[in-house]
């Protein structure tokens, strides 16, 4: 399926852009509507890639979970996937990153009066965690190394996991930070919870594209270089993480972190395991 | 033996026994002719209970089927039924469908229960077929079996409801044998039935019905055929169309 | 589109491959995850059949008594509640919301939920088909047994019911196939079943494609196994000379 | 728990549910148009009596009808465009996966159906001398639908909350509209109890009509 | 009008017709009978192929049944048939029952195909019934409006599969009154029946078959009935049966 992506938009003047529908860095306000930080900044990318291929694009939406994404981007329905993916070397084998555009902090969210601090602190805990992420493997990996007795409750995606820490049924939900703190910032009273404890992972989130397409990757990383450069990028951080956001006009509040800042200073593709947690 | 004394019953709106009153004393043959849809069928099945009545008494050996207070499963046990579609139950051989109600209801031992159901299968002759199922079997022989299912229970009436009218004609016959030997053996019957020839040969009376659930005649068997003239009507009208070809 | 089957043989820790592809001393691979999950599979799928047959019955016999007009809308409303909303909603409502007013649902394991929920959903269907199957028999078999003597519940259990399942046994079947397929919920409350296990596995070893292919092909298998036994049980107790259900004309 | 029923407002509905909903009923009536009809040949394959047209039907209908309804669709999604060469919209996956998966269904029903008319019927209308497919038309199909109309009816049912399943090839249908409502708002618990509800009047609603329909067109016996 | 040369039919292993040979001239009226299951509805259902046949020849007003070449809906256009269980189609009106047929298979416009059926109807005594549904008539009614039907083809032979044994007693009459009738009138008729008086009254000619599908007798009405001692055993045996009671 490896093929020429920049020729093939340029025939058909439409690219299909993968999106996410609840993360941390995009979700949709219904009525087909998606936004969020990757995905607007998946949006600048086809604009400059306008410039690249010399006509106007136009943009298809395609929705993907972390089910399809990657079969999808490797059959050709999705051109670029700019939602909430982590670079990893596993992954690498089926599809190519892009830059690396934001870094991801796994920690932990607790209700505020839990008393829980850090991993240690989960002995006969139960903790949750949604089916079908990256967290789940960290969680396992923490629990054989530090011989941790907790119980993981699967939610079936992170709204359901947030809901098993609201309702009692764990006392901890592990995620991906950005996460953690768009449903702490939307739920009834968010000042009753609290990210707490040590980084348990530390994952590059880039955008996906098809193996072996030189050409259109190195496209898309010239616009993100360009957004890195012209400050884009820092104001797509501050209008989706430190001011309030639709629909519900909550502020996320979630600062830059060094991590992600060391990757813009510095734009590469390193997979997960190339980071190393301190 | 039976007493019925101004039975009405209405589904919803529609009155289906219109105040039937007769006697059947021990030994009788009683038929019950009368057109489609008159109710004969509602009729007999009153008699065990198995259609609940509205206004009137029926009596069954000196107890009360109209009684709230009457145990019927324990009265019906005592009034064989056999009906038009035979009825025997598909899923159990011939033996059992001779058996199981001797000892679920009557509660007699097996070996009793096989001995006493045979003696009747051996009786309609068919002790041959004792292992089949009712499906392998003739709708002669299915309601022979039918037959021998009602009289293992040792009833003290035996009602019938068109027992030969599902069948092939050449089959009617040996149903047919079987009721009339019944009927000499001194078997208090009630048979709903369109076979005037059994009527004639073995009834001792006559009911006849009319739509509506009228009993429109109630009289003895040369009576009823004996002198046309003193016929309803209608009853004329029906036996002659019933003859005609 | 190129295959890579190897992963099934990795450790679910460190990815490496493990030699015989089962492993030892505390090591998980992928396969057995896998043969785990599909035992949660079996446990929900058959404790839920089992819950509902048990209550579809009851509800279905319900609905045929004579003269109780009480229970016969209870057993109309059980349906209508049960089968009008989504098996998915139905779980979220057992797990999260019925807690909020009957405080016990919210000390019992994900399990327990689930199986009570796909049961009920379930039973609901069966129950249709209990009654079905009790309304398909002519109306003269229970008069024979009322005539006989039988009680009500004798000439239940002696006369329609050994015939009203018979008939039924098809479209029994296709619910037995239903709730295995419908068990895939579970995930949902954290049961480690074959679809968790599909989520999970791909997200992890990037090998979306073949890890579906494996866990439809033990969907398969599972409704198959299923549907044979139904064919076995029909032959069982397949009525000699006797067409369950069929009404041939002449 | 204290239930916050601010939450639902008529913007939500219309932002949110309604454009869910018009794809699920939409999807719910092409598929069950399109599951009768492809269903119906396959009951009149599997009837045939000729050996090429029955074994590929029941093959078909067996094999369909094992596989999770939510497999069927990512499979379809993910391998069309290997096939066809180029993408295929979740939208019209969502069609004819439904299309196809439901015929198998529907066609059970139908056979049930076929089978349930007397033989007699058959001889009646051949003997008037109508040919296979007048016979098929005029006489034979008419009364199995009318006959099969309440199992239709329940498969209808069980079709529409299966359309929630199209998640996860990413189509938008009613309870995503209520999931992502909840979501969003941070209220997932008021938007299933709000699902919940608005299912079980849809389907209830409907089984009703259905069985007034069907009193009205019932064959008298 | 109608030959059968040699007919064999066989159901998997077990021969349902053995060897049948027969003519039918026109205006003839033959009354098939014999046990149940000797083959008499098979025998006449191969005559417009309802049934096929794997051995022997039949020829219906000099169209060849046997050959595959054969148009076989215009040929069943033309041959009328009536059954036991009467099978109207039960989801349309008298009218579209008789009406259907003549418009989709003979091409007739609706309001001729529509004065031509009610024209038969009103022969059968229903016109008033015209748009009920089938279900709200009684079994002798549903019969004579499927005789109707099967006239308003305009046939050149009528074919009659026991016509009133699934009739009540009191139905039968009418039924057999417009057979009658149509006998009279010089239709061409085949009739399987067990109504003995019937046979005797119309018919010409009787042929009476045996399990396994073999014709028995095949004689003159006269001959049939007037000397019993040049009949074959079975069929004294069976003639006995249903004539006993
Ligand atoms: N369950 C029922 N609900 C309503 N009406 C009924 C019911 N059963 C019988 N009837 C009506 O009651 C009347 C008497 O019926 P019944 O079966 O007793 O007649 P019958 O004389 O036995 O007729 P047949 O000769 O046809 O058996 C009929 O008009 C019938 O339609
Ligand atoms: N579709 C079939 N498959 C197998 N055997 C059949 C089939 N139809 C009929 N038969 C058998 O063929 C034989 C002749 O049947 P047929 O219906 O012609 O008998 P009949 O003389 O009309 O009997 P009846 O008086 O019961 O109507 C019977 O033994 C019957 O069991
Ligand atoms: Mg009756
Ligand atoms: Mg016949």
């Given at each position: 399926?490896?093929?020429?992506?920049?020729?093939?938009?340029?025939?058909?003047?439409?690219?299909?852009?993968?999106?996410?529908?609840?993360?941390?860095?995009?979700?949709?306000?219904?009525?087909?509507?998606?936004?969020?930080?990757?995905?607007?900044?998946?949006?600048?990318?086809?604009?400059?890639?306008?410039?690249?291929?010399?006509?106007?694009?136009?943009?298809?939406?395609?929705?993907?979970?972390?089910?399809?994404?990657?079969?999808?981007?490797?059959?050709?329905?999705?051109?670029?996937?700019?939602?909430?993916?982590?670079?990893?070397?596993?992954?690498?084998?089926?599809?190519?990153?892009?830059?690396?555009?934001?870094?991801?902090?796994?920690?932990?969210?607790?209700?505020?009066?839990?008393?829980?601090?850090?991993?240690?602190?989960?002995?006969?805990?139960?903790?949750?965690?949604?089916?079908?992420?990256?967290?789940?493997?960290?969680?396992?990996?923490?629990?054989?190394?530090?011989?941790?007795?907790?119980?993981?409750?699967?939610g079936k995606d992170?709204a359901d996991s947030f809901l098993l820490l609201e309702t009692g049924r764990?006392?901890?939900?592990?995620?991906?930070?950005?996460?953690?703190?768009?449903n702490?910032?939307k739920s009834r009273n968010?000042?009753?919870?609290?990210?707490?404890?040590?980084?348990?992972?530390?994952?590059?989130?880039?955008?996906?594209?098809?193996?072996?397409?030189?050409?259109?990757?190195?496209?898309?990383?010239?616009?993100?270089?360009?957004?890195?450069?012209?400050?884009?990028?820092?104001?797509?951080?501050?209008?989706?993480?430190?001011?309030?956001?639709?629909?519900?006009?909550?502020?996320?509040?979630?600062?830059?972190?060094?991590?992600?800042?060391?990757?813009?200073?510095?734009?590469?593709?390193?997979?997960?395991?190339?980071?190393?947690?301190? | 033996?039976?007493?019925?004394?101004?039975?009405?019953?209405?589904?919803?709106?529609?009155?289906?026994?219109?105040?039937?009153?007769?006697?059947?004393?021990?030994?009788?043959?009683?038929?019950?002719?009368?057109?489609?849809?008159?109710?004969?069928?509602?009729?007999?099945?009153?008699?065990?209970?198995?259609?609940?009545?509205?206004?009137?008494?029926?009596?069954?050996?000196?107890?009360?089927?109209?009684?709230?207070?009457?145990?019927?499963?324990?009265?019906?046990?005592?009034?064989?039924?056999?009906?038009?579609?035979?009825?025997?139950?598909?899923?159990?051989?011939?033996?059992?469908?001779?058996?199981?109600?001797?000892?679920?209801?009557?509660?007699?031992?097996?070996?009793?229960?096989?001995?006493?159901?045979?003696?009747?299968?051996?009786?309609?002759?068919?002790?041959?077929?004792?292992?089949?199922?009712?499906?392998?079997?003739?709708?002669?022989?299915?309601?022979?079996?039918?037959?021998?299912?009602?009289?293992?229970?040792?009833?003290?009436?035996?009602?019938?409801?068109?027992?030969?009218?599902?069948?092939?004609?050449?089959?009617?016959?040996?149903?047919?044998?079987?009721?009339?030997?019944?009927?000499?053996?001194?078997?208090?019957?009630?048979?709903?039935?369109?076979?005037?020839?059994?009527?004639?040969?073995?009834?001792?009376?006559?009911?006849?019905?009319?739509?509506?659930?009228?009993?429109?005649?109630?009289?003895?068997?040369?009576?009823?055929?004996?002198?046309?003239?003193?016929?309803?009507?209608?009853?004329?009208?029906?036996?002659?169309?019933?003859?005609?070809? | 589109?190129?295959?890579?089957?190897?992963?099934?043989?990795?450790?679910?820790?460190?990815?490496?491959?493990?030699?015989?592809?089962?492993?030892?001393?505390?090591?998980?691979?992928?396969?057995?995850?896998?043969?785990?999950?599909?035992?949660?599979?079996?446990?929900?799928?058959?404790?839920?059949?089992?819950?509902?047959?048990?209550?579809?019955?009851?509800?279905?016999?319900?609905?045929?008594?004579?003269?109780?007009?009480?229970?016969?809308?209870?057993?109309?409303?059980?349906?209508?509640?049960?089968?009008?909303?989504?098996?998915l909603v139905q779980i979220f409502l057992w797990y999260h919301v019925l807690p909020a007013f009957?405080?016990?649902l919210q000390?019992?394991?994900?399990?327990?939920?689930?199986?009570?929920?796909?049961?009920?959903?379930?039973?609901?269907?069966?129950?249709?088909?209990?009654?079905?199957?009790?309304?398909?028999?002519?109306?003269?078999?229970?008069?024979?047994?009322?005539?006989?003597?039988?009680?009500?519940?004798?000439?239940?259990?002696?006369?329609?019911?050994?015939?009203?399942?018979?008939?039924?046994?098809?479209?029994?079947?296709?619910?037995?196939?239903?709730?295995?397929?419908?068990?895939?919920?579970?995930?949902a409350?954290?049961?480690?079943?074959?679809?968790?296990?599909?989520?999970?596995?791909?997200?992890?070893?990037?090998?979306?494609?073949?890890?579906?292919?494996?866990?439809?092909?033990?969907?398969?298998?599972?409704?198959?196994?299923?549907?044979?036994?139904?064919?076995?049980?029909?032959?069982?107790?397949?009525?000699?000379?006797?067409?369950?259900?069929?009404?041939?004309?002449? | 728990m204290d239930f916050d029923f601010s939450f639902y407002?008529?913007?939500?509905?219309?932002?949110?549910?309604?454009?869910?909903?018009?794809?699920?009923?939409?999807?719910?009536?092409?598929?069950?148009?399109?599951?009768?009809?492809?269903?119906?040949?396959?009951?009149?394959?599997?009837?045939?009596?000729?050996?090429?047209?029955?074994?590929?039907?029941?093959?078909?209908?067996?094999?369909?009808?094992?596989?999770?309804?939510?497999?069927?669709?990512?499979?379809?999604?993910?391998?069309?465009?290997?096939?066809?060469?180029?993408?295929?919209?979740?939208?019209?996956?969502?069609?004819?996966?439904?299309?196809?998966?439901?015929?198998?269904?529907?066609?059970?029903?139908?056979?049930?159906?076929?089978?349930?008319?007397?033989?007699?019927?058959?001889?009646?209308?051949?003997?008037?001398?109508?040919?296979?497919?007048?016979?098929?038309?005029?006489?034979?199909?008419?009364?199995?639908?009318?006959?099969?109309?309440?199992?239709?009816?329940?498969?209808?049912?069980?079709?529409?909350?299966?359309?929630?399943?199209?998640?996860?090839?990413?189509?938008?249908?009613?309870l995503?509209?209520f999931e992502t409502a909840g979501k969003n708002f941070g209220r997932p618990m008021e938007a299933y109890v709000a699902a919940a509800a608005?299912?079980?009047?849809?389907?209830?609603?409907?089984?009703?009509?259905?069985?007034?329909?069907?009193?009205?067109?019932?064959?008298?016996?």
């Amino acid at each position: 399926q490896s093929g020429d992506t920049l020729a093939k938009i340029k025939n058909s003047g439409e690219v299909t852009l993968g999106v996410r529908e609840s993360s941390g860095l995009g979700y949709t306000l219904g009525n087909g509507v998606y936004v969020g930080f990757h995905t607007e900044m998946g949006e600048n990318i086809i604009k400059d890639l306008e410039k690249t291929v010399g006509r106007p694009l136009k943009i298809k939406y395609q929705p993907v979970t972390s089910q399809n994404r990657i079969p999808l981007v490797t059959n050709g329905s999705v051109d670029l996937e700019c939602g909430s993916t982590t670079n990893n070397t596993a992954r690498q084998r089926e599809v190519d990153f892009a830059y690396t555009t934001y870094v991801e902090e796994v920690r932990m969210a607790a209700k505020a009066n839990s008393g829980i601090a850090s991993v240690a602190d989960l002995n006969g805990k139960n903790v949750a965690v949604t089916t079908g992420t990256t967290s789940v493997q960290t969680l396992r990996r923490n629990k054989r190394a530090e011989n941790i007795n907790f119980r993981e409750v699967m939610g079936k995606d992170h709204a359901d996991s947030f809901l098993l820490l609201e309702t009692g049924r764990a006392d901890v939900f592990v995620m991906d930070g950005s996460i953690l703190a768009a449903n702490i910032s939307k739920s009834r009273n968010p000042a009753d919870f609290k990210i707490v404890g040590e980084v348990l992972n530390v994952e590059p989130i880039a955008c996906m594209l098809r193996k072996n397409d030189g050409a259109f990757k190195a496209a898309v990383n010239e616009s993100i270089k360009r957004q890195i450069a012209d400050g884009t990028l820092e104001v797509l951080w501050d209008k989706w993480f430190l001011k309030p956001t639709p629909p519900a006009n909550t502020v996320i509040g979630l600062p830059l972190s060094e991590a992600t800042k060391a990757a813009w200073a510095n734009p590469n593709d390193k997979p997960m395991e190339a980071y190393v947690i301190d | 033996m039976i007493e019925l004394k101004n039975v009405s019953k209405w589904y919803g709106q529609v009155q289906v026994l219109n105040n039937c009153s007769t006697r059947i004393e021990k030994g009788e043959v009683v038929v019950v002719a009368g057109p489609s849809g008159s109710g004969k069928s509602t009729l007999i099945k009153t008699i065990n209970a198995l259609e609940p009545f509205q206004k009137g008494e029926i009596w069954v050996d000196g107890v009360p089927v109209h009684d709230p207070k009457t145990n019927l499963p324990k009265l019906r046990s005592r009034v064989g039924m056999v009906f038009q579609h035979f009825e025997l139950f598909p899923h159990l051989t011939v033996t059992e469908n001779l058996t199981i109600a001797q000892i679920k209801v009557l509660g007699r031992s097996k070996s009793d229960a096989l001995a006493h159901g045979l003696k009747y299968l051996e009786r309609v002759g068919l002790l041959a077929h004792k292992d089949k199922f009712p499906g392998q079997l003739s709708g002669g022989q299915q309601q022979r079996v039918a037959i021998a299912r009602a009289l293992s229970m040792d009833p003290i009436v035996m009602l019938f409801d068109e027992p030969t009218s599902a069948l092939d004609p050449e089959m009617v016959g040996e149903v047919l044998d079987v009721m009339v030997g019944l009927a000499n053996e001194g078997m208090t019957m009630m048979v709903v039935t369109h076979e005037m020839g059994f009527a004639r040969k073995v009834g001792s009376r006559v009911i006849f019905m009319d739509v509506g659930g009228k009993i429109l005649e109630d009289c003895s068997t040369e009576e009823f055929f004996g002198h046309p003239d003193g016929r309803q009507p209608r009853t004329k009208e029906f036996l002659h169309k019933i003859l005609q070809h | 589109m190129n295959w890579d089957w190897q992963f099934f043989c990795q450790d679910t820790l460190d990815m490496h491959v493990v030699q015989g592809c089962f492993g030892k001393d505390g090591e998980i691979t992928y396969l057995d995850w896998m043969l785990s999950a599909w035992g949660w599979t079996v446990s929900v799928a058959l404790l839920a059949l089992v819950l509902a047959l048990v209550v579809g019955s009851v509800i279905g016999i319900l609905r045929t008594l004579p003269g109780s007009r009480f229970w016969a809308t209870f057993g109309t409303t059980w349906v209508e509640v049960f089968r009008n909303i989504p098996l998915l909603v139905q779980i979220f409502l057992w797990y999260h919301v019925l807690p909020a007013f009957i405080p016990v649902l919210q000390g019992l394991p994900g399990f327990v939920l689930v199986v009570l929920a796909l049961g009920f959903f379930t039973s609901a269907r069966i129950a249709e088909q209990v009654r079905s199957g009790i309304e398909a028999l002519p109306r003269g078999q229970r008069y024979a047994g009322m005539a006989l003597g039988f009680t009500t519940a004798q000439y239940y259990r002696y006369v329609l019911l050994p015939m009203a399942y018979r008939i039924i046994i098809p479209p029994l079947t296709s619910e037995s196939m239903n709730v295995f397929k419908n068990s895939s919920v579970a995930f949902a409350v954290s049961v480690a079943e074959l679809t968790m296990f599909a989520m999970q596995a791909q997200e992890e070893t990037a090998r979306g494609v073949e890890v579906y292919l494996a866990v439809t092909a033990l969907y398969i298998l599972s409704a198959f196994v299923i549907n044979r036994i139904m064919a076995l049980i029909e032959k069982r107790t397949r009525v000699p000379g006797f067409i369950a259900g069929a009404s041939g004309g002449h | 728990m204290d239930f916050d029923f601010s939450f639902y407002t008529w913007s939500l509905i219309s932002d949110y549910v309604w454009k869910g909903l018009v794809f699920s009923v939409w999807l719910t009536v092409i598929a069950t148009a399109g599951g009768i009809f492809f269903g119906t040949l396959l009951a009149l394959m599997r009837l045939s009596g000729q050996k090429w047209l029955a074994v590929p039907a029941t093959i078909y209908v067996n094999g369909m009808r094992s596989i999770p309804l939510v497999m069927v669709l990512l499979w379809f999604f993910l391998l069309a465009p290997i096939i066809t060469g180029r993408p295929v919209g979740a939208e019209l996956s969502a069609i004819i996966t439904f299309i196809a998966f439901e015929a198998a269904y529907f066609s059970e029903i139908m056979r049930a159906g076929i089978q349930s008319i007397p033989r007699g019927q058959v001889f009646a209308g051949n003997a008037l001398g109508m040919s296979y497919s007048q016979n098929m038309r005029l006489v034979i199909l008419p009364q199995a639908l009318r006959n099969m109309l309440p199992v239709l009816l329940t498969q209808t049912i069980i079709l529409f909350q299966d359309t929630s399943l199209v998640y996860a090839i990413g189509a938008y249908d009613m309870l995503k509209g209520f999931e992502t409502a909840g979501k969003n708002f941070g209220r997932p618990m008021e938007a299933y109890v709000a699902a919940a509800a608005i299912y079980f009047v849809i389907c209830f609603g409907l089984s009703w009509l259905v069985k007034r329909l069907h009193r009205k067109i019932a064959i008298i016996r």
